[in-house]
């Protein structure tokens, strides 16, 4: 039920941090994984991983706000392996300003390639998923889908809209037995929040008392979702969005 032999993954933002720990949890359990992000010094060491797990995995160097640079990844993607069966959404970043302090190109960098990033690879996807028969796609939301923060006004509102897009998706492409879901992680300790910690005293400890499961996540934490949301475990199920945050999101 969970094997994905002969499966292919695309992973954005894949060499590194949540991308990486699902990566690695798509390549253990049989796929091969194709590491779709812009440093190729970190993709790079990001695929000697995965080999080192048994997967056939190369890295394609793409910037996923950049549409040509998108289908050309696809294109690249089902020439070099034959067939695209999974697509994670996973590429993102953090601007961490009070929204007046937001400029417009703060704004659009944010939700560019947090969420526009999402629809480019998802559409670009769809041709080669449909083909294949069945197909499955994992968007990377956050807590900010669905609570919000001084600091977070176009991570927020791109976070939020990965979870409708999610369920767009889901709807439009249930009929070609494509399951769109998403994935909402609390904290996780990533080069991403590694940043956060500096820029926001006590953070830190406040997510330890603030986390039911009291600790932070890491990055295996999500080679299991990644493998029950890819494989047929989860054929029915289709635009939802779970929580992987030790019960944060959950806690009044
Ligand atoms: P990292 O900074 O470790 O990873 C971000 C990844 O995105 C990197 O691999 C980066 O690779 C890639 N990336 C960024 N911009 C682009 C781009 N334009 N084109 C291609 N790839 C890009 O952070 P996390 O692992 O923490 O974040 C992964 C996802 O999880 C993000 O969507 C984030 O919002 C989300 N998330 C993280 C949480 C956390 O606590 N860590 C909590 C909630 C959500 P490169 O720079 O090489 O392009």
């Known amino acids: 039920m969970f ?14 941090g949540i991308g990486l720990g699902m990566a690695r949890g798509l390549a253990d359990a049989g796929a091969r994984v194709v590491v779709a992000a812009r440093n190729e010094e970190k993709s790079k060491a990001a695929v000697s991983d995965l080999q080192a797990r048994g997967s056939d995995s190369f890295a394609i160097a793409v910037d996923v706000t950049n549409e040509q640079a998108v289908e050309a990844l696809m294109t690249e993607t089902v020439e070099r392996c034959g067939r695209l069966d999974i697509l994670v959404n996973n590429a993102g970043t953090n601007i961490r300003k009070l929204p007046q302090e937001l400029n417009l190109d703060e704004w659009q960098h944010v939700m560019d390639t947090n969420l526009t990033s999402a629809f480019l690879c998802s559409r670009s996807a769809y041709p080669h998923l449909k083909h294949a028969g069945r197909g499955k796609i994992i968007n990377i939301g956050s807590m900010l889908s669905i609570f919000g923060a001084s600091f977070a006004a176009a991570y927020g509102a791109s976070k939020g809209g990965i979870v409708q897009l999610t369920k767009s998706l889901a709807t439009a492409w249930a009929v070609d037995n494509i399951q769109v879901n998403g994935v909402l992680p609390g904290w996780i300790d990533t080069d991403l929040t590694l940043q956060a910690r500096q820029q926001i005293p006590g953070l830190h400890d406040r997510v330890l008392s603030r986390t039911p499961a009291a600790r932070w996540g890491v990055i295996d934490d999500f080679a299991g979702v990644a493998v029950f949301l890819a494989s047929s475990a989860s054929d029915f199920i289709t635009g939802a969005a779970i929580p992987v945050d030790g019960g944060y999101s959950v806690l009044i």
């Open 3 to 16: 094997d994905l032999q002969g499966k292919v993954a695309i992973v954005t933002g894949g060499n590194g």
